[in-house]
């Protein structure tokens, strides 16, 4: 039989659960999706959204769309990814101006778009939980934090993998405490270290710099690799996409709402 607290003891957890902060995941963490191999996709970043598509996933702009275009697709059977850059400053963004000079740093190869320095996170964790609060809030099912490998590129800043492990971690964290799945992306060099914080992965041209062997972790985890090419045909590389189990297509650079699937 359970015991009973003394009086003072039940009034003092009383008043503490009165001063706590809400837990900022409004859904049990059971609840959390988590997409299986081979689930077909569609990724459009640009563009009229075109939400016809006839697959089970779909992964848009957290910033450009509502939480109705959100629930359009939930109504319509799509679990939803809201794409994010969490590593990379973007000028165009609402936030833009929130982001301190001294944490950006040289362009990453995209007009108006310059990494950041994921050391600090001091600064950007506060700025990032905004973001996926407002991913949560909209009705996502998950995010795809973008420019996750920073510590491979020239960023202006002296990044290690130490760092680019502890960042991408705290992502997660941040994703998951919102009852979010969360995609890597790309950083193949650290799959191994985070596999177990990731429930999926995204992936760019893995087949055409013959690396997709490396996303098998994730298969084998029982967890999706969403992948795509640009430059090869899907002839190419679809063959050994059906091998590995990854749901892979062919995109347009642009990401647009074409797509070619295997």
Excluded at 11 to 20: N, P
Excluded at 31 to 43: F, K
Excluded at 68 to 82: F, M, P
Excluded at 93 to 109: C, I, M, T
Aim: charged content about 30%.
């Amino acid at each position: 039989m359970r015991r009973l607290l003394p009086l003072f003891a039940g009034l003092l957890l009383l008043a503490t659960a009165c001063t706590t902060a809400p837990d900022p995941d409004p859904k049990p963490r059971a609840e959390r999706w988590r997409p299986e191999p081979g689930l077909a996709w569609q990724w459009q970043l640009s563009g009229r959204l075109d939400p016809t598509v006839d697959v089970p996933v779909y992964d848009i702009d957290g910033f450009d769309h509502p939480a109705s275009t959100v629930a359009d697709l939930h109504r319509r059977g799509r679990k939803v990814i809201c794409y994010l850059s969490t590593g990379a400053w973007e000028d165009f963004r609402p936030d833009a101006d929130r982001f301190p000079k001294s944490v950006l740093g040289e362009g990453n190869g995209w007009e108006g778009e310059r990494w950041l320095d994921i050391r600090r996170t001091d600064v950007l964790e506060p700025l990032m939980a905004k973001r996926l609060d407002m991913c949560r809030t909209k009705g996502f099912d998950a995010v795809e934090p973008d420019n996750m490998d920073g510590y491979r590129n020239r960023t202006g800043f002296p990044l290690t993998a130490a760092d680019q492990l502890r960042y991408n971690r705290l992502i997660a964290r941040l994703a998951h405490d919102r009852g979010l799945a969360v995609g890597l992306k790309n950083d193949l060099d650290q799959i191994p270290q985070l596999l177990p914080d990731f429930d999926f992965a995204v992936n760019e041209q893995c087949a055409e710099y013959d690396e997709c062997d490396r996303l098998a972790p994730f298969v084998a985890a029982d967890k999706a690799v969403f992948h795509v090419e640009y430059e090869l045909r899907t002839s190419e590389f679809c063959p050994q996409a059906r091998k590995l189990g990854l749901s892979s297509m062919q995109k347009r650079y642009e990401l647009g709402a074409w797509r070619r699937p295997c």
